[in-house]
């Protein structure tokens, strides 16, 4: 089955504490997102990677890291720096398609801080 | 202003109803044009993509584009309770740049 994985499904996490989420795609894109998503807000995008090796800050960087070691991988690490971290995340990936994204999206992770 | 807005709703209408689902947005670069669909607690799944102004028709769904009122919409026809979900659209003005989100619109499919 092609498609993007995540995991895990829920976590849970004590103040102070970085964890990290896994986001991982067997569809050959070379592009790969982590978005954030909050009741009543579009999604908001925290980083990109066009290419392994590489990656850009999106709008809401701050308190995440991220690492594009593998085409197929794109873990996104929450740091104890994130002030705000309760949210649903999503990871996307997308191919090229008649000159623009066409961005497929795993099936989340809930993240929430106990 | 929010560069691209939707009602939130929740939108509520019986079976069989023809939906309407909108999306305003500001900037006039924009060109591509994308409904996705989110079930709860799911990641969202594509349901159409446009280009440019026009009109897209898949099955039940059509896409509907205005770029000089700067206004799209999503319209479902028979609707079924299946079809309960949030319905979000995105926009961008061209390849590598990202993707702007709405908030979603939540719908539900009354029996």
């Known amino acids: 089955d092609g498609g993007i994985t995540q995991s895990p499904k829920y976590l849970f996490r004590k103040e102070g504490q970085n964890v990290t989420l896994s986001c991982e795609q067997n569809l050959n894109h070379d592009a790969m997102y982590w978005y954030r998503q909050d009741p009543g807000q579009g999604l908001r995008l925290i980083y990109y990677?066009?290419?392994?090796?590489?990656?850009q800050k999106g709008d809401i960087a701050e308190g995440y890291s991220v690492s594009r070691e593998k085409k197929e991988s794109f873990p996104l690490t929450v740091t104890s720096a994130q002030k705000n971290p309760t949210a649903f995340y999503l990871c996307?990936?997308?191919?090229?398609?008649?000159?623009?994204?066409?961005?497929?999206f795993g099936p989340g992770t809930r993240l929430t801080v106990l | 202003q929010k560069e691209v807005e939707q009602d939130p709703g929740p939108l509520s209408v019986p079976e069989g109803a023809i939906v309407s689902l909108n999306c305003t947005y500001s900037?006039?670069?924009?060109?591509?044009f994308m409904w996705y669909r989110q079930y709860s607690r799911k990641g969202p799944e594509l349901l159409m993509y446009t280009y440019s102004s026009g009109n897209k028709e898949d099955g039940r769904f059509t896409a509907q584009v205005d770029k000089s009122s700067k206004y799209i919409s999503l319209f479902i026809r028979d609707s079924q309770p299946s079809d309960s979900a949030t319905y979000l659209c995105?926009?961008?003005?061209?390849?590598?740049?990202?993707?702007?989100f709405g908030p979603g619109t939540r719908l539900s499919v009354l029996p």
């Open positions: 900037n006039s670069a924009f060109q591509y």
């Open positions: 995105a926009m961008t003005a061209f390849y590598g740049q990202n993707f702007v």
């Open positions: 990677s066009q290419i392994v090796n590489d990656f």
């Open positions: 996307a990936s997308s191919i090229e398609d008649r000159g623009a994204d066409t961005q497929y």
